[in-house]
């Protein structure tokens, strides 16, 4: 074959894989999200809309996903009966197990074609094997609109000179580079934000902070809740003057108490707690499904002091994470037993994903109406924590769903019947004292003695440069014991007072068998 031959035959082969349609999908979105002000995809919206569009997603969904295609003919399902929102609810859950696993990867995604997603991301595997998630820039765009959201409505980057400073882990895992994107998407709009990436590398992140920070009017960091405590204790240790900077928080990926919130922002010299930190309820699988707003930091705090009002709402003894979402984006529904589902389009659509998170959904108006029966006025509230006049109208006010979600039930431990939660002892190592000894890590079980009666392990770890002696452990587990009795009712009911005092074991920062470095830390063992 002539060389002139071949440089045809490679042009038309060019032409047969160029995808025109992937620059027009990226344009589309890339313009929709410049234009439009954020007060444009956050207007409040009749819950029929929402489920129209999980409807129309569903039929987009069933007639480009070859996957999706064979999942509902093995069912015997034909797409064109889904008419209703009741016909909607009536169509299986989809799992990993049932239908990501089972099918080839480029068949999750439309046409079949993997080429038609940009990114390929990798979920933690904290419950399992590693999932590769497939995405497109559009994907992330409509992403952005939730870091708009936090960056605008609590922290005012949109007035405010801010560096945008990645602390989770890069690479492959999802949270560091769609991070980074969707700040990086916010500078492309216009906000005075710059992106720095030291990943989780802590003498990295020192040194962007102390050389670039003094340029900006503030700094926020990005990362996982311990983590961004490791990153505040050791640059204080470090001498690094953290109220310099104008710290503000975005997390993902845990609960914490809104002791924990206190704690961090007291060591940053932060006192405005429901405009400094955010936190995203985010995967792999789907992207950022909902994020804390100032509103819901606001009533969590409520809820937090208020523990009768907090088990009335969740029916729960244990405080979950409070988030507002926009169901234009994400659809939401509570399975039977308590578990969320969702629907949403992204590189892998999911119609019904079964994630086996345990939550539930409030609307707007009815959180609002709940809270009044409590005495309390959350908007009221806000706004004389802002100093604002009663005309004016503070940020972070949007008439959005709430979603709220406790993690995974496996993360608990029965005791004597009670269903004990890491929340309830995460509290009470986050008191004045205590939390200067212990890096907030612990490990819950319940273990035999010698004579085979069960007893409440809770294995500590301590600071850097910490020493634990009998006193430090017994102050510890009154601690522990104090915030059981408070907010966990089972616990104060169901165990016997002689059993309820938890048996404390101090270890040192990095400890092998419980705290190993490096490694996704678990708060409970079986």
């Known amino acids: 074959m002539t060389r002139l031959a071949i440089e045809v035959q490679n042009t038309h082969f060019k032409e047969q894989i160029m995808q025109p349609e992937q620059r027009q999908r990226a344009i589309g979105a890339f313009e929709e999200f410049l234009r439009a002000p954020l007060e444009e995809p956050l207007q409040q919206q009749q819950s029929r809309v929402a489920e129209s569009g999980a409807i129309a997603l569903f039929h987009k969904v069933a007639a480009t996903v070859p996957a999706y295609q064979t999942f509902l003919a093995g069912l015997n399902i034909n797409p064109a009966s889904i008419q209703t929102f009741e ?43 590693p999932t590769f998630w497939p995405r497109f820039i559009s994907d992330e765009l409509q992403m952005a609109t939730r870091f ?89 240790a470090g001498g690094v003057e953290w109220q310099k900077y104008r710290i503000k928080m975005v997390f993902a990926g845990e609960v914490f108490s809104e002791e924990w919130r206190s704690l961090v922002s007291d060591r940053t010299n932060s006192d405005n707690l429901y405009y400094n930190s955010a936190s995203l309820y985010g995967t792999a699988d789907a992207g950022i499904l909902g994020n804390e707003t100032p509103l819901s930091i606001c009533i969590r705090r409520f809820l937090a002091n ?36 969702f629907s949403g389009d992204n590189g892998i659509p999911l119609i019904r994903y079964h994630i086996s998170d345990n939550g539930g959904l409030i609307c707007y108006e009815a959180m609002l109406n709940f809270l009044a029966e409590w005495g309390f006025n959350p908007v009221a509230h806000l706004q004389q924590a802002a100093a604002m006049k ?29 269903n004990i939660y890491p929340e309830n002892v995460t509290v009470g190592l986050e008191v004045p004292t205590i ?53 966990n009712s089972e616990f104060a009911n169901y165990v016997p007072p002689e059993y309820q005092l938890p048996v404390v074991t101090l270890t040192e920062t990095g400890d092998a068998e419980y705290f190993p470095i490096g490694v996704k830390h678990r708060y409970t063992r079986q």
Not at 108 to 120: A, N, P, Y
Not at 172 to 181: C, H, K, L
Not at 308 to 323: D, H, I, K, Q
Not at 453 to 458: A, P
């Open 148 to 236: 708009e959201q936090i960056f605008h409505d609590s922290f005012y980057a949109d007035t405010r000179r801010t560096l945008a400073v990645i602390c989770f882990a890069l690479g492959t895992w999802v949270g560091g580079m769609y991070s980074a994107n969707c700040c990086r998407y916010l500078a492309s709009k216009g906000y005075p934000v710059t992106v720095v990436t030291p990943g989780n590398n802590k003498t990295e992140i020192f040194r962007v902070v102390q050389e670039l920070g003094e340029h900006f009017e503030q700094v926020v960091l990005l990362g996982y809740p311990p983590f961004i405590k490791d990153v505040i204790d050791s640059g204080i």
């Open 306 to 341: 208020n523990p009768e009002a907090a088990r009335n709402l969740f029916g729960e003894s244990r405080l979950p994470t409070l988030m507002q979402y926009d169901p234009k984006s994400r659809f939401f529904e509570v399975n039977n037993d308590g578990t969320l589902l």
């Open 435 to 487: 939390r200067e000894w212990v890096t907030g890590k612990f490990v819950l079980q319940v273990k035999e003695d010698a004579e085979q009666n069960r007893f409440l392990s809770v294995v500590v770890e301590l600071a850097a440069g910490v020493e634990g002696d009998e006193e430090m452990q017994q102050t510890i587990a009154s601690s522990i014991l104090a915030q059981l009795r408070r907010l």
């Open 390 to 418: 009663v005309s004016e109208f503070p940020r972070g006010i949007r008439c959005l769903p709430f979603v709220y979600v406790f993690g995974r039930s496996h993360f608990t431990v029965s005791y004597f019947g009670a």
């Open 87 to 129: 016909d909607f609810q009536k169509l299986p859950l989809i799992t990993k197990e049932n239908y990501l696993r089972c099918h080839p990867l480029p068949q999750l995604c439309r046409q079949g074609k993997l080429e038609t997603c940009d990114f390929i991301a990798v979920s933690s595997g904290s419950t399992g094997n």
